[in-house]
């Protein structure tokens, strides 16, 4: 029987192996190539903390339940184990055999202990010696004690002590205090850097004579990082938040991993100590924490280490403008980032602070930076004696204890807070600047794909819609005043906003196409998003295939929809790009007969956005803005450098270049199609 849907978490890994692919392209540059490992294992590392500590919370389920709601956590579990460790391999592979011999081509040589000559050896004795003695002591493991607590994500060696009076001897590799690459003294002109485990390994009988029997081997435990928080209406909410950030470090473990080489002696012994199962276990290689490489040194003076920088692009409407206020006013206005900057936003904030005719500012925050300049453009304003409202998503993942440091300062400098609301998330990504004028209230709006983050901006790719278009921007005052607790049920003609109109809306734009079908016209639709997972609207677009729709997805994440089976998706293709910049905007077109509507949206099509979160899809008006995003798509359809074809085997190929066909890598593509407006 043919199944109807991919299962989340195998789509999830199958996505990550898109970024494996980046790692082993070899027509990348090396230190990209080393990027694309980090984040590989960043989100590895995420997927254990969040998903499969998940699937082992459902394991306890009663099956009944499981049943309920389609969860087979034990058959997933397995499922996981054998794709990692099939990834893990080739991780390993692509690191050992492709990337370091290419480094070492290069002049740049990643080196062990048993390879330093003289010279190094001196400067890994006296390295030790000045910054690790006291940072690197024993902790004996015994049977009849309690284990130590071993930290999220800390690096560890173990070993067996040489009286083997006790279980094992355990030591933590402290890289959060010295950072994890040392650079070496110099070979002949090269440039040698050295992990800081190896630093220790070639000192440790110098440093511990007489205790640690023969080798040792790393470790690190992974741990539950999910926060369960209780969406009351009464308690502090904050104060959960902080609490659960506090826990979260020590988490259920939901990940052991080892050096594979370990005796197994020595492993049972540290699964009776950790009181470990052997689903915990996951084999490694020598090295752990490949995130790591995020921050590896780049030697100076050796070309071709990184891409060429796409240095953003001026706006061709807004840099300069004496008044990013008059140039909305006249027209809605489309950013496009990466390729244009994101301190337009926060120009607008402080010219806005300056207006003696802006009364308010009122903003989402769901995950914004360490530095905000936001929020520090917010903290101007309300010098200038604006008045600011804050909505601050407390429960944003991993994101949490920088939401809540602004939210406090904004609140001690006059801003209103509002943190949270129960039983849901604000993912929406609005702002509303409220002024006064001759008729009533004049309200501009900002609203937006990806986050008021400056960091994310620079390598995330969104767009972001200003403007003072009433149909839009009432409708952004009604649904701030629902977030104020003013009126109770917002409503909406032009936005489709979760979860009171979006899923509802969704539905009946996928029926109008179904309906342009059956009557003979032309029907379709192209849908770029993260992540696709609602079983509901993918039945939807099983119907639509059925009726007659032609559908093209473009999914950079989790696809559960099977495309390209006859009798239920025949009419549907799904691509995949993976490219410099993290794909993260979302952009539903749809045919309409020749009429089409283009939304933009802060919402995948997922069970949580279209139900259990505040969002927004809002439409775009404008010609011109159309044409843009009407050739975004366009472009991102023709990719054939890396776009990747989504199949009923989740084999990721790459979609081929026919022989007449030019080269068009998607994100360039587009790069070099914006820079057409400034011409």
Not at 71 to 93: E, N, S
Not at 136 to 142: C, N, W
């Amino acid at each position: 029987m043919q199944e109807r849907f991919f299962e989340r978490d195998l789509s999830w890994l199958s996505f990550n192996h898109r970024v494996l692919q980046e790692a082993r392209d070899s027509r990348a540059p090396l230190y990209e190539r080393l990027k694309f490992l980090a984040i590989y294992s960043s989100n590895l590392d995420e997927f254990y903390r969040v998903r499969v500590a998940s699937l082992r919370s459902f394991k306890k389920l009663r099956r009944k339940t499981r049943k309920q709601y389609h969860i087979r956590p034990r058959k997933t579990l397995a499922q996981v184990r054998k794709v990692v460790d099939r990834q893990q391999l080739l991780f390993g592979k692509t690191f050992r055999e492709e990337i370091l011999p290419d480094l070492s081509r290069k002049g740049i040589n990643i080196v062990d202990e048993s390879q330093y000559d003289e010279k190094q050896q001196a400067f890994a004795r006296e390295f030790f010696d000045r910054q690790l003695t006291s940072l690197v002591q024993p902790i004996y493991l015994e049977a009849a004690t309690r284990a130590p607590f071993l930290k999220n994500r800390a690096l560890y060696f173990v070993g067996k002590t040489v009286d083997d009076s006790n279980l094992a001897v355990l030591l933590e590799i402290p890289s959060d205090s010295t950072g994890r690459f040392v650079t070496l003294p110099s070979q002949d002109g090269g440039h040698f850097y050295t992990f800081l485990d190896d630093i220790i390994r070639y000192n440790l009988e110098r440093h511990l004579p007489g205790v640690i029997k023969g080798e040792v081997f790393s470790i690190k435990l992974s741990r539950d990082a999910e926060l369960y928080i209780d969406d009351e209406l009464s308690g502090n909410l904050i104060e959960k938040i902080k609490l659960g950030l506090e826990e979260r470090a020590s988490g259920l473990p939901t990940r052991f991993l080892y050096d594979s080489s370990m005796p197994n002696s020595l492993l049972k012994r540290l699964m009776l100590v950790f009181q470990l199962k052997s689903g915990d276990l996951i084999p490694g290689a020598r090295y752990h924490n490949f995130s790591d490489f995020f921050q590896f040194p780049e030697p100076p003076g050796i070309p071709g280490l990184r891409d060429e920088p796409w240095t953003a692009l001026p706006h061709p409407v807004l840099q300069g403008a004496p008044s990013i206020f008059d140039v909305v006013k006249k027209k809605d206005q489309l950013l496009h980032y990466p390729y244009h900057s994101f301190e337009y936003v926060e120009a607008w904030i402080r010219e806005a602070a300056d207006k003696n005719n802006v009364e308010s500012i009122k903003i989402s925050f769901y995950r914004i930076a360490d530095q905000s300049g936001i929020a520090k453009a917010l903290l101007y304003a309300l010098e200038k004696g604006k008045q600011v409202v804050v909505f601050v998503e407390a429960k944003a993942r991993f994101d949490e204890e920088a939401n809540i440091y602004w939210g406090q300062r904004l609140q001690e400098a006059g801003a209103r807070i509002i943190y949270s609301i129960p039983n849901l998330k604000v993912h929406a990504k609005i702002m509303l600047i409220g002024a006064k004028a001759k008729r009533g209230p004049l309200y501009y709006a900002y609203l937006s794909t990806g986050n008021f983050n400056e960091k994310t901006a620079r390598v995330y790719t969104d767009q972001a819609l200003m403007t003072a278009d009433p149909r839009i921007t009432e409708e952004v005052a009604q649904l701030f005043s629902f977030l104020e607790g003013v009126i109770p049920g917002p409503e909406f003609q032009s936005m489709l906003v979760a979860p009171f109109t979006l899923r509802s809306r969704l539905t009946a734009l996928v029926d109008r196409e179904i309906h342009h079908a059956q009557m003979g016209r032309e029907a379709y639709m192209i849908l770029k998003m993260n992540s696709l997972e609602d079983q509901d609207m993918i039945e939807k677009l099983y119907e639509a295939s059925a009726a007659g729709v032609r559908i093209y997805l473009i999914i950079r994440g989790i696809c559960c929809l099977i495309p390209g089976v006859e009798g239920m998706s025949e009419r549907i293709s799904a691509i995949s790009i993976v490219d410099r910049y993290l794909e993260h905007s979302r952009i539903f077109l749809f045919g309409n007969s020749g009429q089409e509507e283009i939304y933009l949206s802060s919402a995948d099509w997922m069970t949580r956005n279209l139900d259990h979160r505040i969002e927004t899809a809002f439409p775009v008006y404008d010609t011109g803005l159309f044409r843009q995003l009407r050739q975004l798509l366009e472009i991102q359809l023709a990719g054939n450098f890396k776009a990747r074809i989504l199949d009923a085997r989740q084999e990721n190929h790459f979609v081929q270049r026919e022989p007449h066909q030019p080269l068009v890598r998607a994100q360039l593509a587009f790069y070099e199609y914006l820079k057409t407006f400034g011409k």
